[in-house]
């Protein structure tokens, strides 16, 4: 079992930048690959970003490349996502999930641990 609590989310405006945190516990935390995905209402929960377990490996969604940045500190069992040039099309709840394995993966059936979300609103 891996325990995940999301922090970090809030308002922000367009162009401007967050950091959300996940806290880890439970089972060995650099055992498992990470991600982010984010929901709005009425929509599918979308995958955003990944990373492998040593976080070597990163993956990141078409719409976030090159503005949002995943990553790691395994001593500290905590999973980041830095958000910057940010959009209204970014405002979402914000997932934590945790894998299974090592590899990261950018399905989202393939993680089995979450977190509760944090809501992250960005005005134009």
């Known amino acids: 079992q891996v325990q995940l609590v999301e922090s970090g989310g809030g308002l922000a405006q367009a162009g401007g930048s967050l950091r959300l945190s996940c806290a880890a516990s439970?089972?060995?935390?650099?055992?498992?690959?990470m991600g982010w995905f984010r929901q709005v209402p009425g929509k599918e929960r979308e995958f955003v970003a990944a990373?492998?377990?040593?976080?070597?490996?990163?993956y990141y969604a078409d719409s976030v490349k090159g503005r949002f940045t995943i990553s790691r500190d395994n001593a500290g069992n905590t999973v980041y996502l830095q958000m910057n040039s940010l959009k209204p099309e970014d405002t979402a709840v914000y997932y934590c999930?945790?894998?299974?394995?090592?590899?990261?993966?950018?399905?989202?059936?393939?993680?089995?641990?979450w977190g509760q979300g944090t809501q992250v609103t960005v005005s134009s």
């Open positions: 990373i492998s377990w040593s976080g070597s490996s990163t």
């Open positions: 439970g089972r060995t935390f650099s055992d498992s690959a």
């Open positions: 999930a945790a894998r299974d394995g090592s590899r990261a993966h950018p399905l989202l059936g393939t993680y089995a641990y």
